[in-house]
């Protein structure tokens, strides 16, 4: 056991390693831009990564902004779940984002998902729907991409098919950028 722990550990250093820092200050600033212009940040994944949308759109939407004094418009779009449930019983599991952002998404808002293998039915079709409409596309994946790599306006790439180790170098992402705002005063 401790064997495998001690691999464990070292795998999950080098997904946290492959964290590209010039993407993760990219999506700093896209977060940033949309904050100043008031515009919406919709977040939503599958499984663990809805849980991790979920946790992001708290973050932000408490912590930076108590912080900045202004609020961040952000909205994780699998937490409302008699409204996912209704869409994926009444017209297909695959509308349950894009038939969400239908709703709210407007030009310049942003599109944020996170995506072990990158090719979710659901977050793909949002995607698309995004694109479209001019939402900006942000998407995190493991390393085999899958389709959103093509759509993704900017895309983080963890270096690893693990199921766990991808997600949680994606929430790390997701703090960095949420403690960017709390704790770098030039963010301001």
Known sequence: MINWIARYV???????????????????????EAWAQEKQLFVFGNGGSAANASHFATDLGKGSSDKLGKRFKVLSLNDNL???????????????????????AQPGDLMMTMSVSGN????????????????????MVGSKRGGLAELADHLIVI??????????????????????????????
């Open 120 to 139: 979710s039915p659901n977050l793909l079709q949002a995607a698309r729907w995004a694109k479209e409409h001019q939402v900006k596309v942000l998407a």
């Open 82 to 104: 008699p409204w996912i449930t209704a869409i994926g019983n009444d017209y297909d599991y695959a509308d349950i984002y894009r038939r969400q952002l239908e709703n709210y």
């Open 159 to 188: 270096e690893s098919e693990h199921y766990g180790r991808v997600e949680d170098a994606h929430m790390g992402i997701c703090h960095m950028i949420c403690y960017a705002f709390m704790e770098i005063e030039s963010l301001q």
């Open 10 to 32: 070292d795998q999950q250093k080098a997904a946290l390693d492959s964290i590209p820092a010039e993407s993760v200050e990219t999506w700093v600033a896209c977060v940033r």
